[in-house]
Nanobody
Framework: QVQLVESGGGLVQPGGSLRLSCTAS????????MGWYRQAPGKQRELVAS???????NYADSVKGRFTISRDNAKKTVFLQMNSLKPEDTAVYYC??????????????WGQGTQVTVSW
């Protein structure tokens, strides 16, 4: 069974940074694309960033230039470096494994989520 465990969420001031980590088990990590979704209260869940098995990335327009997704296949871990954070980035962030190797593959498995709050 696939298990995705997130860490790194918390409270940060606007303009600050956080680094989210997600470690996978129970899957062939190196052949799967990975992604990060987020959901704010009252809003639909949205894709933040994804990365293919070949390290090609995709970002939502709202986070381009501020967030960076990366992966370490040896550690079966995907990261989301979040810089220049804004209050509108506040949400629960979910690590996902996607249904194929493409960064555009739909989500298949989900972590339990980690809260990110950007506030003074």
């Amino acid at each position: 069974q696939v298990q995705l465990v997130e860490s790194g969420g918390g409270l940060v001031q606007p303009g600050g940074s956080l680094r989210l980590s997600c470690t996978a088990s129970g899957m062939m990590f190196f052949i799967r694309a990975m992604g990060w979704y987020r959901q704010a209260p009252g809003k639909q869940r949205e894709l933040v960033a994804s990365i293919s098995s070949d390290d090609i990335t995709n970002y939502a327009d709202s986070v381009k230039g501020r967030f960076t997704i990366s992966r370490d296949n040896a550690k079966k871990t995907v990261f989301l470096q979040m810089n220049s954070l804004k209050p509108e980035d506040t949400a629960v962030y979910y690590c996902t494994s996607l249904g194929g190797s493409s960064r555009f593959s739909p989500p298949r498995d989900w972590g339990q989520g980690t809260q990110v709050t950007v506030s003074w």
